[in-house]
C-alpha cells in the first residue's frame, strides 16, 4: 500500500471556497506525487532475475523482441484493412497467458 505524503481536498470542493487555491495547490501537490512515484517503478524481475522488455511494432505487442497477436481486426472480405479495436479472444487469452507465465513464480 503506498504512503501518500498528500492530503487530498473532499470531493465537495467547489470553485470560490474559501480553500479554493489550498485544494488547488493539493491536487497540483497529488499529481507531482503520483508522477515522481510513477517514474520510479520498475518491473519486477521474475524468477531468473529478468525484467521484460515490453514494446510495440505497430499494432502488436513486442514481449521480449517475440511479437503478440496483431490487435488491428482483420481485413474485411473486400480486401481492406480492418479497424482498430480489441483482438479476438483467443488472441486476448493467449496474450494474457503470457503475461500470467511472465509475473507467475516458479512458472
Known sequence: MA????????????VGDPTHVEDHNALVSAI?????????IELTP???????????????I???????????GAKG?????????????ADWDALVARVEALETPGA
Not at 47 to 59: A, K, L, R, V
Not at 77 to 89: C, E, L, R
Open 77 to 89: 472480405d473486400d480486401g481492406t484493412d480492418g479497424t482498430d479495436g480489441a483482438p479476438s479472444q
Open 32 to 40: 507531482t506525487e503520483v508522477r515522481s512515484n510513477i517514474d520510479s
Open 3 to 14: 504512503n501518500w505524503e498528500v492530503n487530498l481536498p473532499s470531493d465537495s470542493a467547489k
Open 46 to 60: 521474475g524468477n531468473d532475475g529478468h525484467s521484460p522488455e515490453i514494446t510495440f511494432n505497430g499494432t502488436k
Open 62 to 72: 513486442v514481449v521480449d523482441g517475440v511479437e503478440g497477436p496483431d490487435l488491428k
